[in-house]
């Protein structure tokens, strides 16, 4: 494979390393901070995602930030520099500034270097998503597509990668935001689960409340069911937070909805999405129909 361009990712899409390395993908990594330490995510290179979230529910409180600009700039600028374009696949700008932070690297990059060209396709995805719709085009960059080509097809697409989750301790929706303490306390005392979903403009949005840790596994289930069309081609991976229990049961469920459905694929949620969900979260995700909400 000769392209003259280079395809860029990130790691807020939990791709696992095993991808990154056999596909040589470029990737850039994302920060969090743990105890005012600064990490970058390693897609499980380390075997400590167990490790992470046993910290969280000792008490450890990791958050995330920002990967300034002066960063984007050491990945793309050796790029330019060795004549070739860059095509960046990022996670969703309706759930972090980040890609922001792209475009100004790549304004100030454009103006030192007029010949090149970057397309940056918002996937508005994060985490197994987004790593589903990075591997389909992946594939058609080592087939030979243009990075328009490339682009134009995650921009066709991209609102067919989905995600249906729950999480297990509201406290940690609470601390980034996305419910208010009341709810947290009243969600926390009738055992409420709230069913979590990738919206059509890219933000994390509740579809459902749901009493229960069975019932909200299930009513996963029933909408990974009601939007697979072909299992052949959905991709489907279960990604947890050290749940692997409810991930099991989980894959049995969606192998019971889903007739054909052979492979289900499971993984660990990453150091900065799970900063945000926190331990015990569960998740199915896959390519389907276009996302209805």
């Given at each position: 494979m000769n392209q003259n361009y280079v395809f860029f990712t990130d790691s807020?899409?939990?791709?696992?390393?095993?991808?990154?390395?056999?596909?040589?993908?470029?990737?850039?990594?994302?920060?969090?901070?743990?105890?005012?330490?600064?990490?970058?995510d390693d897609l499980g290179r380390g075997g400590k995602q167990?490790?992470?979230?046993?910290?969280?529910?000792?008490?450890?409180?990791?958050?995330t930030s920002l990967l300034p600009i002066g960063a984007y700039l050491e990945y793309f600028e050796p790029v330019f520099e060795a004549g070739k374009d860059i095509l960046f696949v990022a996670f969703s700008s309706q759930l972090s500034g980040t890609i922001n932070n792209i475009y100004a690297a790549r304004d100030e990059l454009l103006e030192k270097y007029p010949e090149r060209k970057m397309i940056v396709v918002d996937t508005l995805s994060i985490s197994i998503p987004q790593a589903i719709l990075i591997l389909k085009a992946h594939a058609l960059y080592r087939e030979g597509k243009?990075?328009?080509?490339?682009?134009?097809?995650?921009?066709?697409?991209?609102?067919?990668?989905?995600?249906?989750?729950?999480?297990d301790d509201l406290v940690y929706l609470r601390r980034g935001g996305r419910i208010s303490a009341i709810a947290a306390t009243l969600g926390t005392?009738?055992?409420?689960?709230?069913?979590?979903?990738?919206?059509?403009?890219?933000?994390?949005?509740?579809?459902?409340?749901?009493?229960?840790?069975?019932?909200?596994?299930?009513?996963?289930?029933?909408?990974a069911a009601a939007n697979i069309e072909d299992p052949s081609i959905?991709?489907?991976?279960?990604?947890?937070?050290?749940a692997p229990e409810d991930a099991d049961r989980l894959e049995k469920l969606l192998k019971e909805k889903i007739p054909g459905l052979e492979t289900v694929n499971k993984e660990f949620v990453g150091p900065v999405i799970g900063a945000h969900c926190g331990p015990g979260t569960v998740a199915v995700c896959f390519f389907g129909k276009e996302r209805a909400n």
């Open positions: 807020d899409s939990d791709l696992p390393y095993r991808y990154v390395d056999e596909l040589d993908m470029t990737m850039v990594y994302m920060p969090y901070i743990i105890d005012g330490k600064e990490y970058f167990k490790e992470y979230f046993d910290n969280m529910r000792a008490g450890a409180s990791p958050s243009t990075m328009e080509e490339v682009a134009a097809w995650l921009e066709e697409n991209k609102l067919r990668a989905q995600a249906f989750f729950t999480v005392m009738l055992d409420l689960k709230p069913v979590i979903t990738e919206s059509r403009d890219g933000k994390l949005v509740a579809v459902e409340k749901v009493q229960g840790r069975k019932r909200a596994l299930r009513t996963l289930a029933d909408k959905a991709d489907v991976t279960i990604i947890h937070a050290d």
